[in-house]
């Protein structure tokens, strides 16, 4: 009975929500390899059907609708499957969206590639084969020359969280805003938190981020972003192209929100008890 009436409850306010104040959920992606790639289409197909899909310049702007889903998309990381694969799928369906990149991971040889891979980006080693390797210096402008937003990422893919060094974490987020700059010729204005760490225990990082120059920031805690969300730590999916259609429809329109938070006022009621 309890958990048809938290659920019940739950799920109309959000479509009560939905209907009145525009929404806007966030998607990620990491690398496309030849396996996903058909996955990915749906998804972008899905998006496009059914959701409005919107830059993050649109979000924070407030040009939303308050019929449908919002969606911005994004990517993270820097890979040399972003011009194969996404670049081409999204002009062709013309969907925005957002590509996060640490500039250490850009124009490197090989053999560095390999090294950046293996030591900063991946925690399993032996997955450095399936990557499709890094973007290049002209990969990076024709991102931007098609239209879409660049944002950053750190130099280093750096864990910000564990970062006690004040110097060196200033560093990685604006050295790697200045490069991106300088590659692109286009102001950098949006970040996304390498692997979703957005607190550390002594610097404020917003507060960086801001002096850095930057006016947005991506986490990876799943949620509704809408007109009052704090836009340095703004909501988003942990997505993947791998994901079933399915799976990642419910994810898009927060359908699981409801038993995440039917969960955690469970556990409420227990403790309570
Ligand atoms: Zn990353």
Redo the contacts with the bound molecule.
């Keep these: 009975m309890l958990f048809y009436y938290l659920g019940y409850s739950r799920t109309r306010n959000l479509l009560l929500r939905l209907k009145h104040q525009p929404v806007a959920r966030f998607v990620t992606y ?1 690398d496309l390899p030849p396996e996903v790639v058909g996955q990915f289409r749906a998804h972008l197909h899905f998006l496009r059907r059914n959701t409005n899909v919107v830059s993050l310049d649109d979000f924070l702007g407030g040009r939303l609708t308050s019929g449908k889903m919002n969606v911005v998309i994004t990517f ?2 820097g890979y040399k499957s972003w011009v194969r694969v996404a670049v081409p799928m999204l002009l062709e369906l013309g969907l925005p969206a957002t590509f ?1 990149v ?1 500039s250490g991971f850009v124009g490197l040889t090989a053999e560095g590639e390999t090294e950046f891979v293996r030591s900063k ?1 991946l925690s399993q080693p032996d997955d450095s084969g399936k990557l499709t390797g890094g973007l290049g210096i002209e990969d990076l402008k024709q991102i931007v020359q098609s239209g879409f937003t660049v944002g950053g ?1 750190t130099v280093n ?1 750096c864990d910000l969280a564990e970062q006690g060094d004040e110097d060196r974490l200033r560093y990685e987020i604006a050295e790697d805003k200045r490069r991106l700059e300088q590659i692109t010729g286009k102001p950098v204005a949006y970040f ?1 938190y ?2 979703g760490k957005y607190v550390n225990p002594k610097i404020r990082l917003a507060d960086v981020l801001k002096e850095s120059g930057y006016k947005g920031a991506v986490t990876t805690v799943s949620g509704f972003n809408r007109a009052g969300t704090n836009p340095f730590f703004l909501h988003r999916e942990l997505t993947d192209a791998s994901m079933q259609e399915r799976v990642f429809r419910a994810r898009v329109l927060g359908n699981y929100d409801a038993v995440r938070s039917l969960k955690r006022g469970m556990r409420r009621v227990f403790h309570q008890r």
Excluded: I, V
Aim: aromatic share 10%; net charge negative.
């Design positions: 990491h993270d990381d996060f640490s980006l990422h893919h996304a390498p692997t």
